[in-house]
């Protein structure tokens, strides 16, 4: 590789790596309390928030050509447990509310708990600009809400650093781009090869992250909990369980009157064949031990 080339590819590396670190200390996590992000950096530097996350538009703050005002990058979160009459319907409901909001079916399941009962999980992703929406139709099919818990993550320090880090690498990649047309021998093809390896890999990395976050936040996760109502609600004294004891002596009736039965089936098909069978030569012995009677009565009174 020739002095020139090596010299530029080492000054292109050095530059973009100061640039990538510097972009990365240059974006401080905003305060949990400001609902907008002012960037003083020049209009190229700031990212295009996606339009679907859910956030409330923003005005601009001011008319300098140099600022630019981006909304909130706000990943929304929430877990409810609810009572519900029926729980397989119930999960009907919401799997069809997760489409009418413009989202989908994370997972669910269901599991026989206590007495029987069906009792359900269901994880939903619904579009965040309608994420209230969604919540109060939730609360609107449950007997009682047992519990609720909503929590919101604002990762747009994140995605404005990631974005400047990109920008940084794509320009450090177009500058081996160049250096590599000019490369003339093998060792300096696979040298700067090499260093668009890197940067190229490091790029689709900040794509995908940035990717998970946009779409994180254009869609909110709800995980809801569907408790059956008769399992929620047991009458219970003391810790003395009527039902539970009413419930059991139920049973013990149904075990008895089938053993009874039992009993009767066993006597009808198998005992009394058996009987019949024994009963048969006895009954043949007493008859003919009868006649023989008999006929020594009728004899003995002819010879009297």
């Known amino acids: 590789m020739t002095i020139t080339l090596k010299y530029r590819l080492a000054l292109v590396t050095l530059f973009g790596s100061i640039a990538i670190a510097a972009s990365a200390c240059a974006a401080p996590a905003a305060p949990p309390y400001i609902s907008e992000f002012t960037s003083m950096a020049a209009p190229t530097a700031a990212p295009a928030m996606p339009e679907s996350a859910g956030r409330a538009p923003v005005q601009p703050a001011g008319e300098a050509a140099d600022q630019s005002v981006q909304?909130?990058?706000?990943?929304?979160?929430?877990?409810?447990?609810?009572?519900?009459?029926?729980?397989?319907?119930?999960?009907?409901?919401?799997?069809k509310l997760a489409e009418e909001f413009g989202g989908f079916v994370v997972s669910s399941s269901a599991s026989r708990v206590q007495d029987d009962a069906l009792q359900g999980y269901i994880t939903l992703r619904v579009d965040a600009t309608r994420f209230d929406e969604a919540m109060n139709r939730i609360r609107a099919l449950a007997v009682e809400v047992r519990s609720e818990s909503v929590r919101g993550e604002d990762v747009t320090a994140e995605y404005v650093d990631l974005d400047a880090r990109l920008r940084n690498l794509e320009a450090t990649e177009a500058q081996l781009q160049k250096i590599l047309e000019q490369a003339t021998t093998t060792e300096d093809v696979l040298a700067v090869y090499?260093?668009?390896?890197?940067?190229?890999?490091?790029?689709?990395?900040?794509?995908?992250?940035?990717?998970?976050?946009?779409?994180?936040?254009?869609?909110?996760?709800?995980?809801?909990?569907?408790?059956?109502?008769?399992?929620?609600?047991?009458?219970?004294?003391?810790?003395?369980?009527?039902?539970?004891?009413?419930?059991?002596?139920?049973?013990?009736?149904?075990?008895?009157?089938?053993?009874?039965?039992?009993?009767?089936?066993?006597?009808?098909?198998?005992?009394?064949?058996?009987?019949?069978?024994?009963?048969?030569?006895?009954?043949?012995?007493v008859l003919l031990i009868r006649r023989a009677r008999r006929n020594k009565g009728v004899e003995a009174a002819k010879t009297s």
Do not use: C, H, N
Request: no cysteine; aromatic share 2%.
């Open 71 to 95: 909304q909130r990058l706000i990943i929304r979160t929430a877990e409810l447990t609810i009572v519900v009459k029926d729980t397989q319907e119930q999960m009907s409901a919401l799997a």
């Open 194 to 285: 090499r260093e668009l390896t890197q940067i190229r890999e490091q790029i689709e990395q900040i794509k995908g992250r940035m990717k998970y976050l946009s779409q994180s936040a254009a869609l909110a996760t709800i995980s809801v909990t569907l408790i059956p109502d008769a399992l929620a609600q047991p009458i219970q004294v003391g810790g003395w369980r009527p039902e539970g004891v009413a419930k059991s002596a139920v049973e013990a009736l149904i075990a008895t009157l089938q053993g009874l039965a039992s009993l009767l089936i066993w006597l009808v098909i198998v005992v009394l064949p058996v009987l019949l069978i024994l009963a048969a030569p006895i009954s043949l012995i």
